[in-house]
């Protein structure tokens, strides 16, 4: 129930092209979903996040989409730039516990 | 506002010393909280602090340990060092209460253990 299942492993997109990246949960109590951005070297870097009240969050070239029903959640990476290849962390945290359930990560590539 | 600090950045030990690592987290944050990244591996929850105090433990063998001190800094301490301990860990620093929850990572300490 605390898991946090994340796909895909890993992600090829041509520049200018949509990365998708899913996650999906199974506990209701969660009440906040962040995406990380980690690139090589460097500590996970917040990117964007979003509570289950609303079903899309926009910043910029980046978009979270939210299905509570369904208890999923994406990050849609538009006009993907070669500068946005990393790594891609899902996370959720709610209830009692102040602990983040992470996702198992997606390595992004942007091909020039 | 100055990010989370960790030291050493890289550390090469040798099995069956101890370490100790250091985490400075954001001013004004009392959580503290300890990840160990290996490669090909999410991010593995150790433990985390919250006014001195641990508040949450991942599935860690006891070897690893945490302390915070009254100025939110925390350092973590792994005895008996394995070669399976060789990663990158990473601490982050949050309010740690309230309907906050964003957490601010430090650059992370690379120990190799030989």
């Known amino acids: 129930q605390q898991q946090v299942k994340q796909s895909p492993q890993s992600l090829i997109v041509q520049k200018g092209g949509i990365s998708i990246i899913n996650c999906a949960y199974e506990n209701t109590a969660f009440d906040y979903f962040p995406w990380y951005q980690q690139f090589p070297g460097k500590g996970p870097a917040l990117l964007i996040a979003?509570?289950?009240d609303v079903s899309e969050k926009k910043e910029g070239r980046f978009t979270i989409s939210f299905n509570k029903s369904a208890k999923q959640f994406s990050l849609h990476i538009m006009d993907s730039q070669p500068g946005d290849s990393a790594t891609y962390f899902c996370?959720?945290?709610?209830?009692?516990?102040?602990?983040?359930?992470w996702g198992a990560g997606t390595k992004l590539i942007i091909k020039p | 506002k100055a990010g989370v600090t960790q030291t050493p950045r890289y550390l090469i030990k040798t099995r069956g010393q101890q370490v100790t690592l250091s985490c400075s987290p954001i001013s004004g944050h009392r959580s503290v909280s300890w990840y160990q990244q290996t490669p090909g591996q999410g991010l593995q929850f150790l433990f985390e602090?919250?006014?001195?105090?641990?508040?949450n433990k991942g599935n860690f063998p006891g070897r690893f340990s945490g302390r915070q001190f009254s100025n939110s800094r925390s350092e973590m301490n792994v005895s008996t060092l394995e070669l399976g301990d060789s990663a990158l860990y990473l601490c982050?620093?949050?309010?740690?209460?309230?309907?906050?929850?964003?957490?601010?990572f430090g650059p992370g300490t690379r120990l190799t253990v030989t």
């Open positions: 996370a959720a945290i709610g209830g009692s516990n102040y602990q983040l359930i």
């Open positions: 979003i509570r289950p």
């Open positions: 982050a620093s949050s309010t740690g209460q309230g309907f906050s929850y964003e957490q601010y």
């Open positions: 602090y919250f006014s001195e105090t641990q508040r």
